[in-house]
């Protein structure tokens, strides 16, 4: 048992070594084991940032336009929302910003691990400002609205989320984080044509 235990901490060490080199590599040329493998690296909070108490929180609002039925050159705006890994309620993926990377870098993983979408990240929006629901941990949240360009078929986190396409008003409804409903607000703002 002390072998394994040994093996397992230098596998962490040795993939976080890596991680730099490999987060450089476009993720389509990476087999799906190594970006499974390269997201447990990311797991814990050792490398997360803090700011005057308050633990930074990235993340993104998925979105793409769909045509509309009817004959007009009206596009809907629909966003991707996934299920909180409790499986109670939908929201938009987010995550602890860490030390190495931006906060569009950040938001950017977050979202290819927890939804499987990778995308252009627009102007960011927030701050929101909110407590954990597990902990006393104060959090500083940002997120970013993401032109979605791809559609994973296998993500890290696609055995524990589900991800669903909906209209404005249904992430209105589904979506249970106040700030992040705010947040949504914001991108509807940016977007006049999501109105409906």
């Known amino acids: ?34 970006k499974t493998m390269v997201s447990l690296a990311r797991s814990g909070r050792r490398l997360q940032r803090y700011e005057e108490g308050y633990r930074l929180v990235v993340g993104c609002i998925p979105y793409r336009y769909k045509k509309s039925q ?25 995550g602890g910003w860490e030390n190495d990377e931006s906060m569009e870098e950040a938001a950017k993983r977050e979202t290819e691990e927890e939804a499987g979408v990778i995308g252009v990240v627009g102007d960011k929006l927030g701050p929101w400002h909110y407590q ?3 902990s006393c941990i104060m959090h500083e949240s940002y997120m970013f609205p993401l032109l979605v360009k791809e559609v994973l078929a296998c993500w890290p986190e696609r055995e524990i989320r589900e991800r669903r396409w909906v209209t404005i ?15 949504l607000e914001e991108l509807v703002r940016l977007h006049p044509q999501a109105q409906s």
């Open 1 to 34: 048992m002390r072998h394994l235990s040994f093996f397992l901490s230098n596998l962490t060490n040795f993939l976080n070594f890596l991680f730099p080199f490999l987060i450089k590599i476009p993720s389509k040329s990476l087999p799906v084991q190594i």
């Open 70 to 94: 009817e004959p007009s050159p009206v596009e809907e705006l629909e966003v991707l929302v996934i299920s909180a890994q409790n499986g109670k309620g939908m929201l938009f993926p987010k």
């Open 132 to 134: 954990s629901k597990r």
């Open 169 to 183: 008003n249904e992430a209105r409804e589904v979506c249970h984080n106040r700030w992040m409903r705010e947040a």
